[in-house]
């Protein structure tokens, strides 16, 4: 089975700064995906950016960089030049890459809010 | 092809009635999964489609609910003699076998009174 867990409820930071999300998660695979998704208010659930567990290097995607570190089960997500458009419910999730067994396993979410 | 979609939106029911949700997935993925999301909670899984093929079900999934892809296109999840506890969004995502990352849906809504 799988955990994740986000241990910030809420975060709330200044447009434009830089903003880190924590998660740390548990598995016994060891071939798995992480991923972020960020979900809006009363919009639906979007992904921020993907992970895969044998690679290295961290991945990007434009503002948006993630802190793998497989040895410690850790996944952060950090923000650059935070825009009000990024508030929103932030999701870490892990899942097997074997296969569509139990599908996404998520944490509880961390409430970010960008303020003006 | 615009994305996942649900229907209903939204669903009111009082309890002890059946309600069924539709999922239409992405044209070309043959993956489809089923989500319920409790308020201030984060998604979590329900079953699972490799085409038409049920291939998982979580143990949240209790003897009432009950889902079908038929024809590996769309997808319904019906859940009978609702209770009040039922009451959460219901989320559809679906993926390319391989691919990885999944794509949701807007969700669907029950209130059960």
């Known amino acids: 089975a799988q955990t994740v867990t986000q241990s910030q409820p809420e975060m709330s930071v200044q447009e434009a700064e830089t903003v880190t999300l924590s998660c740390t998660y548990d598995t016994s695979e060891s071939n798995y995906y992480l991923f972020w998704y960020k979900q809006p208010p009363s919009r639906q659930m979007i992904l921020v950016i993907r992970q895969e567990a044998y690679k290295q290097q961290n991945a990007t995607e434009n503002r948006f960089s993630v802190n793998f570190q497989k040895a410690a089960k850790s996944f952060s997500l950090k923000i650059s030049d935070s825009q009000l458009g990024d508030t929103a419910m932030y999701f870490c999730?892990?899942?097997?890459?074997?296969?569509?067994?139990?599908?996404?396993?998520f944490g509880k979410g961390t409430h970010l809010i960008i303020q003006p | 092809d615009t994305g996942v979609s649900q229907n209903p939106r939204h669903k009111i029911t009082k309890r002890g009635q059946n309600v069924t949700f539709r999922c239409d997935p992405i044209s070309e993925h043959n993956r489809l999964y089923w989500y319920r999301q409790t308020l201030g909670q984060g998604p979590e899984f329900l079953t699972y489609?490799?085409?038409?093929?049920?291939?998982?079900k979580s143990r949240l999934l209790s003897d009432r609910f009950s889902a079908e892809r038929p024809k590996g296109s769309f997808s319904t999840l019906e859940i009978q003699r609702t209770e009040q506890g039922d009451s959460a969004m219901y989320l559809c995502?679906?993926?390319?076998?391989?691919?990885?990352?999944?794509?949701f849906g807007p969700g669907t809504r029950l209130t059960v009174l």
């Open positions: 999730a892990s899942m097997y890459s074997g296969g569509g067994a139990d599908g996404l396993t």
């Open positions: 489609f490799q085409n038409e093929a049920q291939l998982e």
């Open positions: 995502a679906s993926s390319w076998e391989g691919a990885g990352e999944q794509f």
